[in-house]
């Protein structure tokens, strides 16, 4: 008796080590530094204060190799700890960021997506249900009902940022308005007894009437249905717990409907607003990176002349001025910045009345990586979809070594780079083994020469463009003319381009020059040289595949083509050596840099670089019914997506490849004759077939590194260091870490009303050196009373020594005695986002 | 006429005759299991295309994914800023309709599930609707395939050793019966109410995360080893966690079933007339206490053996292994019917004829079984 209790205890105490297990935390090992945010934050100010590395005589990156691999986000601060991987570069949400920081790692924060509660504006279709969304003065005072800081902290473990406008919290068109912006949000601050009297003023009015505290029309209780995602990332369903908390406290009953997307999209999207199926719903939506233009958000977010055509945008009946300023924006109906400034300045308090969206936070995310890891990250988008970290990125005070780099999946589409895989992870293993003409500022969002030498812009005068680097001259014209023999379209049957004739104009022009040594200096992995033939093979595909002409026509490709002819004017080649292209467009940006980016004929096709041989390869292979660049014709035809690095494709290429060796092909060779000669192509493909029989796949570019073998059943890739590449290892070293600022204001804990108070700010970079005034664009305060009202916005004076600048409240500002708020925005030139000081003092007679 | 009657009638006597021989009796239950099991199998895949779907109000909801999809993206798309407000709208549009297309989503449901089923049966897998193979071919075929080996790998080398150790020392303890050994087992046996990624978690923390002597997860180190023995060796060191996972997670309750199932067979009164009659215990276990549960044990080795085409869908994902669990899962996230399909016939197929074939091994195996003799007396 006595053993078989024994025995059972024994058995339950092996279950219950188990559960008791589970719920635990690993316990650190040794080696492991201390588990504490001190020791975190240590490590983050050390791998910021770091001097620029001397001079290098290492070519390509700085690594001998990267090793890519699959890892799961829930294993990898786990993983990198130990020792497993170096960085994750798919960032996690911002709910972990305690987690990397209790494992002593360093980490790249940046933009994730954004939430909010979207409203159904419809006047129900059934008279017996009401919406009380419906009316705009409910959906406004919902601004009030949400304490956005509280989820912040709550849900987002304080490291995303509360949401109160449609523009990207702290980045670059919302630090252009920033005055109205942070006025708005202390305006719309929390306040849930203001909500409720909006609430209990604009309900009886609309047949309601609050029985016991619960709001009931036509006599019964007025229940909201609450669509509640409860997939993703999780915090959109305590999003939505805690609004209907919020709601229920307003005298709503809410109906919670926990869904997940492809359960809530039917309803939400599908349905008709005015059948009533919802009354709200936890939104969220993609975050562009590092935007510099949202001038379109407003039309986008609010309007019933939405491009999202949803039936709810059309439901929704806005102010007409709202409606006006927002078209306008989107239209581009503007003349000057100032202009643009102003319309937006209007648009924002109009868009919160409007409210058909309540913001709540934009979504910060993390890449954790061990601290020994020198990585540079956009601020907008982080580390995998942008296109320097590859350049960058090292072990510290090291030249070379192996990274191991975990992300969230790899080859989740084949590759090819005219339409293969655009899944982000895909393209951070791809741009390791790119360059290009022009380097994205992962600061700024506007764009250095990497290949090319210089740009000339030329706008049509009126036009609101500015520069800010000074490689781009920027010209203005009365009329931009098209040279008549300009490329304008394309001839699939004769394979030539179509010239686009006297009397055709342009809103700007690109002229992109080149270095004279480019083709010298700039090889192909395979050991061809690059060739002006490449930048012709991108020219023509940005045409032949919508062609019905064509042995390439993919009907798929025709609604891009129609966008990019709805504003492209034509191109030509001006000379060959040295490469000079230009560039006739209606497409415009407020940056030159942007303007730029569009002169820009890089052999680089969207999804990846390819050698014009390797295109023709492409071609070869889909013009013989053999594979197909992109999945909707390879699904119609049945036949491969053409995959550059593995499968069923391989054979089909290499086979075409060799019927291309052997009829020594120019393709299009009507056009192509005059840029390719006949040894080039057969060099050209004897290299690419040797890449191939070395490396057992096509993928050739021309970055830093190359792609040396992947194993697509395994997940992994591994690229290796490009000794050929034309520049040092420390090209972008300037870029090496983010220019951020710090901030701290000092001054009088007592102002006295009517008489100038002085304030000191000072900014510092974030290792604590005076920040250089220089580089600070202007610095911006905002007074406010005791509401919170904004009652006085000025700007700082620059004080003697870099960093130090007076911000002085004048004698005149009309100042009520009780507490007030004086606050500074920074706004930098090398970063997008601002830095902030806040100072709380009491004002007296 | 009369020469007619009786030639006819010696045929039905020759048929019945021959009806009622082994042979014919094995020919006529095989033509009436074969028929049973086809129709099964094509109710069973008809159904699974109709809950795959939900009754075609998937079609519902990968529109509306579309529109979702297509919308955002075009919207996050910096190159697409420029565009008049009507063009990217227009843009959106035909985007959508492309992609509804692709997706065969232009045609009813009714029609499209009517091809998944002849296709299934006719073995065409086709082509996945979103998934590709790991090599980034659309064929199902390959879908399965590319991810066959890795599941034969770690489900094979797991539920094998599983299985014939369970046998084994299940045999050995009801030898054994009411030992400390029998005990503990019977002890430990809840600890398979636990999944294998239960313990699997624990593994990779304790192997991975604490002593870093066994990787987290994966098929091979990143990167792999360039020798094709270096590349072998580094995929039985990544087999180590989830193949201990699975075996550990099953391995006593197992012991715990057929340890009884052969104390059940040890105390018939056979086994207890060759004890009496001295026999040694080895050819006690082997002729009299084997050979009668061999129909059972053949039914559970055939059953685990088809059971590997389904993979371990968690463990898999929890180990980021590349099996078929994994796939199978990825397709239902996907709503990829064909995937879906795919893998089900296959395993439907395989169900039906080792249920088939079972019938003939329990014949042959066991001389008290005969084929389509279920009904005589």
């Not at chain 1, 490009?722 to 951020?740: E, I, Q, T």
């Amino acid at each position: 008796m006595l053993r078989k209790r024994l025995f059972a205890l024994l058995g339950l105490l092996v279950i219950a080590s188990m559960v008791l297990a589970a719920c635990g935390t690993p316990a650190p090992t040794e080696e492991q530094p201390p588990a504490t945010e001190e020791a975190t934050e240590v490590a983050t100010e050390e791998a910021t204060a770091e001097p620029t590395p001397e001079p290098t005589t290492r070519k390509g990156g700085w690594l001998d190799e990267i090793a890519y691999s699959s890892v799961t986000s829930d294993s990898a601060v786990t993983q990198i700890q130990a020792g497993a991987i170096d960085i994750y570069t798919r960032a996690v949400a911002s709910d972990r960021v305690q987690e990397i920081k209790d494992a002593g790692l360093c980490y790249a924060q940046s933009y994730g997506g954004y939430y909010d509660i979207l409203f159904n504006p419809a006047v129900f279709t059934d008279a017996t249900k009401l919406n009380p969304f419906s009316n705009r003065k409910i959906r406004e005072a919902m601004n009030w009902a949400i304490d956005r800081n509280y989820i912040n902290q709550e849900i987002y473990g304080g490291g995303s940022l509360p949401k109160f406008t449609v523009l990207a919290t702290q980045l670059v068109d919302y630090t252009n308005v920033i005055e109205t912006a942070r006025g708005l949000e202390a305006y719309y601050a929390y306040n849930l007894d203001r909500a409720k009297e909006v609430v209990d003023a604009e309900m009886p009015a609309m047949g309601a009437e609050l029985v016991d505290g619960k709001w009931n029309f036509n006599g019964e209780p007025l229940v909201l249905a609450f669509l509640i995602r409860n997939d993703g990332d999780g915090t959109r369903l305590k999003i939505g717990d805690y609004f209907s908390d919020q709601l229920e406290k307003l005298g709503f009953t809410v109906d919670r409907q926990y869904r997940k997307s492809s359960e809530a999209s039917p309803i939400w999207i599908g349905s008709d607003p005015k059948e009533g199926q919802w009354h709200l719903y936890t939104a969220g939506w993609l975050s562009s990176g590092l935007d510099r233009d949202e001038k379109e958000s407003f039309q986008e977010m609010y309007l019933s002349s939405s491009a999202q055509g949803i039936p709810l945008f059309l439901e929704n009946v806005s102010d007409p001025e709202f409606l006006k300023v927002g078209d306008d924006l989107a239209n581009g109906n503007f003349t000057t910045l100032e202009e643009r400034r102003a319309m937006i300045e209007k648009a924002l308090p109009l868009s919160m009345q409007d409210a058909l969206q309540v913001w709540i936070v934009d979504q910060q995310v993390y890449a954790p990586y061990q601290c020994n890891v020198e990585v540079t990250y956009d601020l907008g988008s982080g580390v995998e979809a942008a296109q320097m970290p590859p350049y960058n990125i090292r072990f510290k005070d090291q030249e070379g070594g192996q990274l191991k780099v975990g992300t969230n999946d790899l080859f989740t589409d084949p590759w090819n780079p005219v339409n293969g895989s655009n899944w982000v992870w895909d393209g951070f293993v791809q741009s390791a083994t790119e360059s290009g003409s022009l380097m994205a500022d992962p600061y700024t969002g506007l764009y250095w020469p990497l290949r090319a030498e210089s740009a000339e812009v030329t706008v049509q005068t009126g036009l609101p463009v500015g520069t800010n680097t000074d490689w781009v001259t920027l010209n203005t014209a009365d009329t931009v003319t098209v040279p008549a023999d300009a490329w304008v379209d394309w001839d699939a049957a004769t394979q030539t381009f179509v010239p686009a004739g006297d009397g055709v104009t342009a809103k700007a022009k690109i002229v992109m020059t080149y270095p004279a040594d480019l083709y010298e200096v700039t090889k192909w992995h395979d050991g061809s040289n690059l060739s002006a033939g490449d930048f012709v093979m991108r020219m023509i595909m940005a045409f032949d595949q919508a062609k019905e002409d064509s042995a390439i026509y993919d009907p798929d490709t025709v609604p891009n083509y129609e966008a990019f002819k709805s504003t492209f004017k034509g191109v030509k080649v001006v000379s060959t050596d040295p490469l000079v292209i230009e560039t006739y467009t209606d497409n415009f940006y407020a940056d030159a840099e942007l303007i730029a980016f569009l002169g820009d004929w890089w052999p680089q096709y969207g999804y990846g670089e390819g050698s014009w041989a390797a295109i023709a390869m492409g071609n070869a292979a889909e013009a013989a019914g053999l594979t197909a660049y992109g999945t909707g014709k390879a699904d119609t035809n049945a036949v491969e997506w053409t995959n550059f690095i593995g499968g069923p494709s391989l054979e089909a290429l290499n086979t075409q490849l060799d019927a291309l060796i052997a009829e020594s092909t120019i393709p299009y060779a009507a056009t192509m004759g005059e840029f390719v000669t006949a040894d080039e192509a057969a060099t050209r493909y004897a290299n690419l077939k040797a890449w191939y029989e070395a490396h057992g796949h096509f993928w050739s570019a021309t970055g830093p590194y190359f792609l040396d073998s992947v194993d697509l059943n395994a997940k992994t890739a591994l690229v290796k260091n490009n000794p050929d590449f034309p520049d040092f290892s420390d090209r972008w070293a300037a870029w090496s870490n983010p220019p951020l600022a710090d901030a701290t204001m000092d001054g009088p804990a007592q102002v006295t009303i009517g008489e100038d108070t002085p304030f000191s700010l000072t900014v510092t970079t974030k290792a604590g050196d005076p920040y250089p005034s220089a580089d600070i664009k202007q610095v911006k305060f905002l007074v406010y009373n005791d509401k919170g009202e904004t009652i006085y916005v000025g700007e700082g004076e620059a004080g003697a020594g870099d960093g130090e600048f007076t911000l002085t409240i004048p004698a005149d500002v009309e100042l009520q005695a009780g507490a007030g708020k004086i606050e500074a925005a920074v706004v930098l030139y090398p970063a997008a986002i601002p830095a902030f000081a806040s100072l709380e003092f009491v004002a007296v007679p | 006429m009369a020469t007619e009657t009786i030639t006819a009638t010696t045929g039905q006597a020759k048929r019945e005759a021959f009806a009622h021989t082994t042979l014919g009796r094995v020919l006529r239950y095989s033509l009436v299991r074969l028929v049973t099991l086809g129709v099964t199998v094509v109710i069973g895949i008809y159904l699974t295309i109709l809950i795959a779907n939900m009754g075609g109000y998937v079609d519902t909801i990968m529109r509306n994914e579309i529109r979702d999809n297509t919308t955002q993206s075009i919207l996050a798309n910096p190159a697409f800023r420029s565009l008049t407000p009507e063009a990217r709208e227009k843009l959106i549009q035909e985007k959508i309709a492309l992609e509804e297309k692709r997706l065969g989503l232009d045609k009813p449901f009714i029609s499209r599930s009517i091809k998944y089923l002849v296709n299934a049966l006719t073995l065409n897998l086709g082509r996945a609707i979103n998934m590709n193979s790991d090599s980034g071919s659309r064929q199902v075929r390959l879908i399965l395939l590319e991810r066959l080996p890795a599941t034969l790998l770690l489900a094979g080398t797991a539920d094998l050793i599983l299985f014939f150790s369970s046998v084994f020392i299940a045999l050995g303890l009801s030898r054994r019966y009411g030992s400390l050994l029998d005990k503990i087992t019977i002890a430990l046996s809840p600890t398979s109410s636990a999944p294998p990624w239960f313990y699997g978690i624990f593994l990779i923390l304790i192997f991975a995360g604490i002593l870093h002597v066994l990787p987290f997860g994966g098929l091979v180190d990143s990167p792999p080893p360039e020798t094709s023995f270096g590349y072998g060796l580094s995929v039985l060191k990544h087999l180590i966690l989830p193949a201990s996972a699975i075996i550990i997670s099953s391995f006593f309750l197992s012991v715990y079933n057929w340890r009884t199932f052969f104390l059940i067979y040890s105390s018939e009164d056979y086994v207890d007339m060759a004890r009496a009659k001295g026999l040694p215990a080895r050819d006690i276990e082997r002729r009299y206490i084997l050979r009668p549960t061999l129909p059972t044990i053949i039914t559970n080795f055939a059953l685990l053996v088809i059971s590997l085409w389904t993979g371990f869908t968690i463990t898999e994902t929890v180990f980021l292994w590349p099996g078929l669990g994994r796939t199978l899962f990825q397709a239902i996230g996907l709503y990829d019917t064909p995937v879906i399909v795919g893998s089900t016939i296959v395993y439907a197929y395989m169900l039906g004829i080792t249920v088939f074939l079972l019938d003939f091994v329990y014949a042959l195996v066991d001389p008290r079984v005969k084929v389509g003799g279920g009904n005589q007396q």
